[in-house]
């Protein structure tokens, strides 16, 4: 059974802060990783994908990952309200296919 | 503009009674999937399918059908609800293939089984 964990909120953080958000899976095999936003009744829409070790910045987010110890995280520089939403960390599975595995989400709240 | 596109959005429906809902994509992409999401537990995918006529079992598929008969359409077949499938639902599509493999997700479909 292949998993994806996320650490379990809700995470607060003031504005301006840093929020970091931490994943881990179980596969090793795993080729690539993503996190998603969702905001409260909305769809999923992506942030950040990384396919390997190291870090990757896109504007205010880092996404970091470290297949040995299997994880994967995002941080957010200068955290706004409009920030404060549901992170889903997902991994891909499969090499050439699509066996994609959702984590069960960390809520963020920043506050004003 | 590029989207996929479900319907209906809300629905309301009493057991047994068989729906479908519906999911469109205009981005000629070969990869669609259905995924349901329940507080605390996250996108449970339910099928997936890689092509035309080729369509395989996520992590949920019980009491669920799909089909792909054509490459912009996979709709979601509920022969006999019952209230645990009561739920938020979700269509995706991205193409095929490794590092081409971002998810582009519908609004979401919220079923409501009585």
């Known amino acids: 059974q292949k998993e994806v964990e996320q650490n379990s909120g809700p995470l607060s953080v003031p504005e301006g802060a840093i929020a970091s958000l931490n994943c881990t899976y179980s596969d090793r095999g795993s080729q690539s990783f993503f996190w998603y936003r969702q905001y409260s009744g909305k769809s999923p829409e992506l942030i950040m994908s990384i396919y390997s070790n190291g870090d990757k910045e896109d504007g205010r987010f880092t996404a970091q990952l470290n297949k040995a110890s299997q994880y994967v995280s995002l941080l957010i520089r200068d955290s706004q309200p409009s920030d404060s939403a549901t992170y889903l960390c997902a991994v891909n599975f499969a090499m050439d296919g699509q066996n994609f595995v959702f984590g069960p989400g960390t809520r963020l709240s920043v506050l004003p | ?114």
């Open chain 2, 1 to 114: 503009e590029a989207q996929v596109t479900q319907n209906p959005r809300y629905l309301i429906t009493v057991t047994g009674k068989k729906l479908t809902v519906t999911c469109s994509q205009n981005m000629n992409h070969e990869y669609m999937s259905w995924y349901r999401q329940d507080p605390g537990l996250g996108l449970r995918q339910i099928y997936y399918s890689m092509n035309v006529e080729v369509t395989d079992k996520g992590d949920v598929p019980e009491g669920y059908k799909v089909s792909r008969k054509e490459k912009r359409n996979f709709p979601l077949i509920l022969e006999s609800p019952s209230p645990n499938q009561t739920s938020l639902y979700f269509c995706a599509s991205s193409f095929y293939g490794s590092g081409a493999n971002v998810l582009t997700f519908g609004a979401g479909s919220r079923l409501t089984v009585l």
